[in-house]
């Protein structure tokens, strides 16, 4: 075998890097497990504040040292392969930046009143379009006014320069989407910093491509009003003015004293004449300034609590502190005896990025003037009208800034008062520069220069325009799950994986003998590269994705069997073993690549298109296909061939006394029969479809809009009852079904479902909880771990805006579109003839049609079943398997028309069918396994997933054998019947 020893490298390299990344998962497991047994007290109860204060503790510190290379919690938490919020609980949250405040603000919020009409017009089209907010507007506006243009009210005294009595309706619109763009920008960016200081681990954000949109992740938190409230509040740009040291010098050190006594009560390995001069508060600033050139102070740890205490670092004499000691340090500031000593007019403010020096993280301490009171500052960011990333006088990126006139005013003041100090640029009570003031500024444009990169001049930009158009965020979609529930998921997809892949182990074994045992370890490899990747990636583990680890082992068994088989098929006909072994590899290569391709095509079309749970499971499944291919393909030929290195009289086979003449020898005519399989699909999918135009398919939130409770009781509950008592409250907009277990039912309704506001989130919650406890006679509580006979809890809650809805269904679309294109475009690439590719498609829309119809007809005998975004993935899915099918079929076709030609083509097709129907069968059959484990263990949320997968192994099985290839055969032979006919006339 060529290359083994590059092969044997690489499985290597890539097991070493699996072992190092997921060996942070352990690690954080670990000192999680250390945390729960401080906080746990002798009768087994968990203090949670205890635990997380452990953590807390921990987050800057070294916990880990791999071949001396030290990791702190923080960068732990980072690496490990974390849980998605399904498997832990949490909060999933889509915030929408509004544009009605930009389109107001840039007109500087005039009285008139069609340019008022219009907008509240707007604002109630875009509860229910999927056009742009400033379309709807721009169109309202012509209508209300007659046809003026936008200049009559954007050519205010805000906008010279950028817009006059000169500029056009397009003009004007292009600055205004521009701003919007800018306001989402500035949003994403301080929505970011917010959730870093938030406290969760692993938060994740991120911009929604082609929408307003912004996408957070936030596992573990367990106060939803509080991040509401984080999320969705209006940023607060100040100014205000730097307290030097040379006015509050004595107040720092004392501060400065305590923060040394504190560190020797931890035992500090401070020298004790350091501690003494600090403690006494009378260094002198040489003095310190001598210690910290000495080294004293900057490199000594003070146990977990600050280090170094008062590190002068800069030369404006800035307190400097590692970012490890912030919390610390805050504990320690918010003490009534600090307190005490600091005075009315003073508060401190942290930088809002940390600078790297000497191999350490630091963070500037800032303390601020507050004369006028702490919140009211000097100037104020609404004073803002235009600031933008420039390039100084030595080309070095800068920002400048406009303010109007009362702003110019106000700022000529507060410059020439502190010429030779600093002014700090705050938002959020963080500061983002403290520039010095190098003299008056009478005009109100200004220029901030630094040591600033392109990027952070062009943030920093972002920042100071927060203050100029506010444009709040709210929440339009959102996701609460449950620790229980999150728990709950965990053991369901951990026990559909490992029932899955036991029987699936077990099968293989049986049927193939020592082959069993190679396709069992190849198997092995693949999940562990899976999980070891998604580490690699960052990525988190979700029940979607461990669906896609269940769906993997299933279609990766796939590689194997062809190749057992086609070995099998070698030795059948006479070959030797190594022959065999050798033709079996290389001829399954073709059917193994074309099938893993338009499978991972499918795959990227879902992570490119979906979202939330959907990239998740694209993430698993398009790793999971690489790295099987890698282990099926390569892996198992390495051990085959070691394993066969004597030639025939080698222990190995690849059949068992049970299976050795299964499957062989078939020879049915499948063709035949082609007539008959059309009129049963098209009658089977005609009644489906009436079935579904009569009683509807039954779509989920996500889908319709809506809101969504998980409610859990200690007792069987009548889902109809809650149903029927529920009706009274929302008027007849409310379902209510049993999910997962029959303590345990999902309540959704439509109700407000154009409102977004808080008040209406409270209101819907509100109902339902009133009319639960109503119904029941129960009460409700927070906590689901408490409940008992006499209570409820809400486990999970979801809500979904009507305009995300309709985005939702667009982009599911979209994703089922591009993927037939895709794969279309695929197989004419492969097979070079249109027939195929057609015929591959005509069957993958059949097989669609056919799992529609098939949760049309469930549903009207009982068994409901919600089409969602989950729904989708396992659509496409079933594309991708369906194709997998086909594509098996089509290359023995390409091979058997290569040698054979095409004089009789429906009986070479019919042998194509039955030559590759060992592997067919074998396949469905482990896919259909998993599958139905997954059925039966993945739990409610999975359930739809599951079904529609049942449906589609199945159905994606049939239609390779009797639509796709019988269709090419239709096709083919009219295109040979016209050749024919061509060529007898010009012979003639």
């Not at 692993?202 to 996408?215: A, L, S, V, Y």
């Not at 008027?731 to 808080?758: H, P, R």
Request: aromatic share 8%; charged share 20%.
């Amino acid at each position: 075998m060529q290359n083994k020893g590059l092969i044997v490298f690489l499985t290597v390299v890539v097991t070493a890097l699996c072992l190092y990344y997921l060996s942070f998962t352990y690690v954080s497991s670990t000192v999680q497990e250390d945390a729960i047994a401080y906080a746990t007290d002798e009768e087994g109860n968990v203090n949670f504040a205890k635990k997380q204060s452990y953590l807390d503790s921990v987050w800057r510190e070294p916990v880990y040292n791999f071949l001396g290379a030290e990791y702190t919690f923080k960068e732990v938490k980072e690496t490990e392969l974390g849980l998605g919020l399904d498997l832990q609980g949490g909060m999933h949250v889509t915030l929408a930046v509004s544009p009605v405040e930009i389109v107001k603000g840039l007109a500087g919020n005039p009285k008139n009143e069609p340019f008022n009409a219009a907008v509240e017009e707007a604002e109630e089209l875009a509860k229910t379009s999927d056009e742009k907010f400033v379309d709807l507007f721009y169109r309202s506006w012509k209508e209300k006014s007659g046809g003026e243009p936008l200049n009559t009210i954007y050519a205010t005294a805000a906008n010279r320069g950028r817009i006059s009595l000169e500029s056009t309706d397009s003009e004007i619109l292009e600055i205004i989407d521009k701003e919007v763009e800018n306001a989402i920008e500035r949003s994403f960016n301080i929505l970011r910093t917010r959730i870093d200081r938030f406290g969760t681990s692993q938060p994740n954000i991120q911009r929604i491509k082609g929408t307003g949109r912004i996408q957070i992740e936030l596992p573990g938190v367990d106060n939803q009003e509080r991040v509401r409230n984080l999320l969705q509040g209006v940023a607060k740009l100040q100014f205000w003015e730097v307290a030097e040291f040379n006015e509050f010098g004595n107040v720092l050190q004392r501060i400065n004293s305590v923060l040394v006594a504190e560190a020797q009560s931890k035992k500090s390995t401070l020298t004790v004449e350091a501690d003494t001069t600090l403690a006494e508060g009378d260094t002198t600033l040489t003095d310190l300034e001598k210690q910290l050139a000495e080294g004293g102070g900057e490199e000594d740890s003070l146990s977990n609590q600050v280090s170094p205490l008062f590190s002068l670092l800069k030369a404006n004499y800035g307190l400097v502190y590692e970012v490890k000691d912030t919390m610390a340090i805050n504990n320690i500031l918010e003490r009534e005896d600090v307190q005490s000593m600091v005075p009315s007019d003073l508060k401190f403010l942290w930088s809002v990025k940390p600078q790297e020096a000497d191999g350490m993280e630091l963070l500037e301490l800032h303390a601020i003037k507050t004369p006028r009171g702490a919140n009211q500052a000097p100037l104020e960011g609404d004073v803002i009208t235009d600031a933008r990333q420039v390039l100084d006088q030595s080309s070095r990126p800068a920002v400048s800034m406009q303010m109007n006139a009362d702003g110019a005013r106000q700022w000529r003041k507060l410059t020439s008062e502190n010429i030779g100090r600093r002014i700090a640029v705050v938002l959020d009570d963080y500061v983002y520069t403290a520039p010095n003031v190098q003299g008056e500024i009478p005009n109100g444009q200004s220029e901030i220069t630094g040591n600033f990169t392109m990027t952070e001049a062009k943030d920093l930009a972002n920042i100071l325009k927060s203050g100029t158009l506010p444009a709040p965020t709210k929440i339009v979609e959102e996701a609460i799950i449950g620790p229980t529930l999150g728990k709950e998921a965990q053991s369901q997809g951990i026990n559909s994986m490992i029932a899955g892949l036991a029987i699936v182990v077990l099968f293989m074994m049986a049927y193939y003998a020592k082959g069993g045992f190679i396709a069992t370890a190849a198997l092995v490899f693949n999940i562990f590269f899976i999980l070891g990747i998604l580490a690699q990636l960052g990525s988190a583990l979700t029940l979607p994705g461990i669906a896609g680890i269940v769906l993997t082992i299933g279609m990766s068994i796939d590689a194997n069997v062809l190749i057992f088989e086609r070995i099998k098929e070698e030795m059948a006909n006479g070959a030797g073993l190594l022959q065999a072994i050798s033709s079996g590899y290389n001829k399954a290569f073709s059917a193994i690549l074309d099938s893993n391709v338009t499978t991972f095509l499918t795959g990227a079309i879902l992570f490119s298109l979906g979202q939330g749970p959907v990239k998740g499971f694209a993430i698993v499944l398009m790793i999971g296909i690489a790295s099987s291919f890698f282990s099926a393909v390569f892996i198992t030929r390495v051990i085959v061939y070691w394993l066969s290195k004597r030639g025939d009289q080698s222990k190995i086979s690849f059949a068992t006394p049970f299976s050795k003449n299964v499957l062989r020898n078939i020879n049915f005519d499948f063709l035949g029969k082609r007539k008959v399989a059309y009129i049963v699909s098209t009658a089977i999918i005609v009644i489906g479809l009436a079935v579904a135009a009569t009683n509807g398919l039954k779509f989920g939130v996500d889908f319709t809009g809506g809101r969504s409770y998980i409610v859990e009781f200690t007792q069987p509950v009548a889902a109809s009852e809650l149903k029927t008592g529920l009706d009274k409250e929302f008027d007849g907009s409310v379902e209510a079904k049993t999910y997962g277990s029959n303590n345990v039912i999902k309540v959704t309704t439509s109700y407000l479902i154009n409102e977004d506001s808080d008040e209406a989130n409270r209101e819907v919650e509100t109902k339902v909880k009133d009319g639960i406890a109503k119904i029941t006679g129960l009460e409700f509580i927070d906590d689901a771990t408490q409940l008992d006979d006499s209570s409820f809890a809400i486990t999970g809650s979801s809500k979904v805006g009507a305009t995300v809805a309709d985005d939702i269904k667009n982009s599911s679309m979209e994703a089922m579109f591009f993927a037939l294109v895709v794969i279309f475009l695929y197989i004419l690439l492969r097979f070079r003839k249109w027939q195929f590719s057609l015929a591959s498609i005509i069957a993958l829309i059949h097989d669609t049609l056919f799992v529609l119809a098939a949760f049309a007809i469930a549903s009207a005998l009982g068994a409901t079943f919600e089409i969602d975004q989950v729904f989708i993935a396992a659509v496409l899915t079933v594309i991708g398997y369906s194709i997998n099918d086909t594509v098996i079929v089509f290359d023995r076709i390409r091979e058997n028309v290569a040698t054979r030609g095409t004089s009789k083509l429906v009986e070479m097709f019919n042998d194509a069918i039955n030559q590759t129907m060992a592997r067919t069968l074998i396949t469905s059959a482990t896919t259909l396994i998993v599958v139905v484990v997954l059925l039966i263990f993945g739990g409610e949320v999975l359930r739809g997933f599951s079904f529609a997968l049942l449906i589609g192994v199945l159905i994606g099985t049939y239609s390779s054998i009797y639509i796709a290839t019988p269709i090419v055969v239709d096709m083919m032979k009219k295109e040979i019947a016209k050749e024919n006919s061509e060529e007898a006339k010009r012979v003639a």
